[in-house]
């Protein structure tokens, strides 16, 4: 398996900027993902690694070898394209082993590798059935062995399962990194969808416009975005944006938010630079509680039932509030909030650069409780 490095990567075409100066590491064995918007670039970056599109500038190491002007299929790696292109005519033991056999390689190995690529599937009963008439997750197994049979280096793969209706598609995710815990290959996927993302990946490289914004686990990408975009593209609802009155009084350990309420702020670890502020809380940070210094108007309530999100109308703007089921909380009436403020995020308006917060142990304990 392999590590995939790529330096100061960049793609123009003409002068329009695909992907700008990407520098990152998929570490040997991680599920890594690629996530953005449409149009942000993570296809071309996914095919300068496979090698089916060369870079403007900037490289691409496998395994620490320079590979940026070496074609596909000299790099060893199984670009996942659409899970669905499976042979008709053949039965799946020939599905199967079609790689191999235009690869040459002797039919006993080619029997052996069928079996376990069919063992680590688990489809050993469907081999001599034709794909014709297989069920939807079965034919996605058949296509998926496909790809892992060759044993290559690295998979990549591009929105995989985005033809799929939700439920299936869930049930993929977790096949796909099931399979992923089984044989340890280093992935490379590409999605625009969060919660896939959240989901699959061990770390996440989150793009916007050719930028790569932030390369994270999970849980670091929600709880410290590094910028706005990543805050509101990760987390549903996302999280909530209030701009702040006037500078920050990060020394008296407040912020004044448009409307006059004074919140407490997290405790940062750098001076702030800048003039504007957003100061961000996620949904669940925040308590309905008649005691809180926020007062507003509840202007919708979605029941979900173990939870429930309410949207709130205050001086400081519109909040969404996520809540257990049994917090009662009634359209038109008034209501208090309190902010758990060691775990909110403070932006810098211009550059929406987060700003960095003091995470040490007795804080974060703090923040956790
Ligand atoms: P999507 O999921 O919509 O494919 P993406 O994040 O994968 O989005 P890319 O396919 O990498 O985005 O495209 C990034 C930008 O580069 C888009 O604006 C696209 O139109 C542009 N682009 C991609 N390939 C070419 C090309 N061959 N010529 C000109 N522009 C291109």
Known sequence: MAEIRIEKLHKAFGDFVAVRDSTMTIEDGHFFVLLGPSGC??????????????????????????????????????????MFALYPHMNCYRNLAFP???????????????????????????LKRPVGGLAAGDRQRIALG????????????????????????????????????????????????QVEAMSMGDMIAVMHQGDLLQVAPPQELYDNPATLFVANFIGSPPMNFLDVEGGLESDLGKARLVGGTEVAMPTLAERPAGNA???????????????????????????????QVVTVDTDAGRLKVRTGGSVSAVVGETVGLDIMSARAVIFDQKTERALARDTSPALAEAANG
């Open 41 to 82: 670039g993570k296809t071309t970056t996914l095919r300068m690694i496979a090698g089916l599109e060369f870079p403007t500038s900037g490289n691409v190491l496998l395994d620490n070898e320079d590979v940026t002007y070496h074609r596909g299929r000299e790099r060893d790696i199984a670009f996942v394209f659409q």
């Open 100 to 126: 191999l056999i235009t690869q040459g390689t002797p039919r006993r190995e080619v029997r052996e590798r069928v079996i376990e690529t069919a063992r680590l599937l688990r489809i050993e009963h469907l």
């Open 146 to 193: 496909r790809a892992i049979i060759r044993r290559p280096k690295a998979f990549l793969m591009d929105e995989p399962l985005g033809a799929l209706d939700t439920e299936f598609r869930d049930l993929m995710c977790q096949e796909l990194r099931g399979l992923h815990n089984r044989i340890d290959a280093t992935t490379v996927y590409v999605t625009h969808d």
């Open 277 to 307: 502020f957003v100061y961000g809380i996620r949904p669940e940070h925040i308590r309905i509680d008649d005691n809180g210094p926020l007062r507003g108007r509840v202007f919708g309530v979605e029941y979900m039932g173990a939870r």
